[in-house]
């Protein structure tokens, strides 16, 4: 019997039968199959979304990670045709020798191009390269008991857009066109610089975003007062020279999962004070090999276990830019009175660009993102204050991460939702849409 497959959080605990298909041309038929047994599915990659997203409503999935491989490539144009279940770092260790880069990656290598795709997920540089789903060129799309169709800005376009963002729900990924952007090294020079506030970050922001490639900012979210939202600022840009060399970062891991979450009050606020205190007051530039900087967590192999037993959700929101320095500051410190969090609290600009996509989560404004444990208080109390905060401000939280927003919210913040529901393979369906949509 298969292991059970689980979401990144493990909240929903809800365990995922795989069925695995091995080759791609067998792909239709395994969609088949499977449906015919379970009346529904969801494909599903690596299992890097957080919440239910990825998780069937029959908990019956198509497990596309043997679906990995390089199908071909143009090395002087920058693009790769590549199978839906292969991974991200996967691409970079055929890409980066050749001298190309993934336009934009989130802040793990081990999703998948489909999961990339359905979360249309977005990086440190939103401002400058848009989604993920502004460098697709097109994909095989597979819907149960019909041909496999190719989809692109101009063929079967609307199937193109509800697919890009939208959550697995339109057909199955088999096979995915990517434009790569160009490097000369793999390495990242970037600048660092401890803020003390949020209006600091927000100053910082404003003046150093359209100078680089990436932007991003650490957060302390326990700080209160007049330290509200004080943090780490960073700024980096591809490097000009060096060596076009693959990651081969030792890894670490956590080797079972405590009974009880690793992450509290005691060990956060620590850690925090030491690691803002740790980083220059003054702006110092440094250089990193690229997958310190794009992925830290990646170090530590299932890190996600350093929850304990329960799990853990993410919260991740963006607020418009005309609300988002106020709404930023009221999130920040509910989550400080609470005591709750976690180590790596991201916050960052995200920019004008347009995704193709229906349901794509950035909006020109500012975006947080971290973790919590687990717990009765979190679903009963800071959640919904949270909430509110972000309902008030027009923001919206990301699906890709999400285990608990409500319905309306999720309608309110996602109009086109009707449009991707009319799109939807009938046979594909998560938990997700089942609980905000149906």
């Known amino acids: 019997m298969s292991t059970p497959l689980y979401s990144w959080g493990r909240f929903p605990r809800t365990p995922q039968r795989g069925h695995r298909c091995e080759w791609l041309d067998e792909l239709p038929a395994h969609l088949d199959r499977v449906i015919d047994s379970h009346q529904s599915s969801l494909p599903f990659g690596n299992g890097r979304s957080y919440g239910d997203s990825c998780l069937a409503s029959s ?44 336009p934009v990656t989130p802040g793990t290598q081990f999703a998948t191009i489909g999961g990339a795709i359905a979360n249309d997920v977005h990086g440190k540089n939103h401002h400058v390269r848009g989604t993920f789903g502004c460098h697709v060129r097109s994909f095989g799309l597979l819907r149960q008991g019909k041909a496999s169709i190719t989809c692109s800005p101009s063929l079967n376009s609307e199937l193109f857009a509800g697919t890009i963002g939208g959550l697995g729900l339109t057909g199955v990924i088999a096979w995915a066109d990517i434009q790569l952007i160009p490097i000369r090294a793999s390495q990242i020079d970037f600048t660092v610089q401890r803020f003390g506030n949020l209006a600091e970050f927000f100053a910082l922001s404003a003046e150093l975003d359209a100078q680089h490639e990436y932007s991003v900012a650490w957060v302390d979210c326990l700080a209160k007062g007049a330290d509200t939202g004080r943090g780490v600022f960073i700024v980096g840009d591809h490097a000009q020279y060096g060596s076009l060399e693959v990651g081969q970062r030792s890894k ?27 980083h220059p007051s003054l702006r110092t530039q440094k250089r990193s090999r690229y997958e310190p900087f794009f992925y830290p967590l990646d170090r530590v192999l299932h890190w996600n276990r350093i929850y304990g037993r329960r799990g853990f959700q993410q919260y991740q929101c963006v607020i418009p830019d005309a609300n988002a320095e106020l709404a930023m500051g009221q999130l920040l410190a509910a989550i400080a009175e609470s005591g709750q969090g976690s180590f790596l609290a991201v916050l960052k600009r995200c920019g004008d660009i347009r995704s193709p996509g229906l349901l794509s989560f950035p909006l020109p404004g500012t975006s947080l993102a ?59 369906m998560s938990r997700f849409w089942r609980r905000v949509i149906l």
């Not at 144009?77 to 880069?101: D, Q, S």
């Open 59 to 102: 908990d019956e999935v198509l497990q596309m990670n043997a679906l990995d491989r390089l199908i071909g490539a143009d090395w002087l144009a920058g693009t790769v045709r590549v199978e839906a279940g292969i991974t991200l770092a996967a691409v970079l260790a055929v890409a980066i020798p050749k001298g190309w880069f993934l």
């Open 252 to 278: 670490l891991s956590m080797p079972v999962t405590p009974p009880v979450s690793l992450i509290n009050n005691l060990s956060l606020s620590a850690f925090n004070n030491a690691y803002w205190r740790l």
């Open 370 to 428: 971290l973790d919590f444990p687990q717990s009765e208080a979190l679903e009963n109390v800071v959640f919904p204050r949270l909430d509110a905060i972000v309902r008030a401000a027009g923001g919206r939280l990301y699906p890709a991460k999400d285990a608990h927003m409500s319905g309306a919210d999720f309608r309110q913040a996602y109009p086109a939702w009707e449009q991707l529901e009319a799109l939807r393979d009938p046979s594909l």
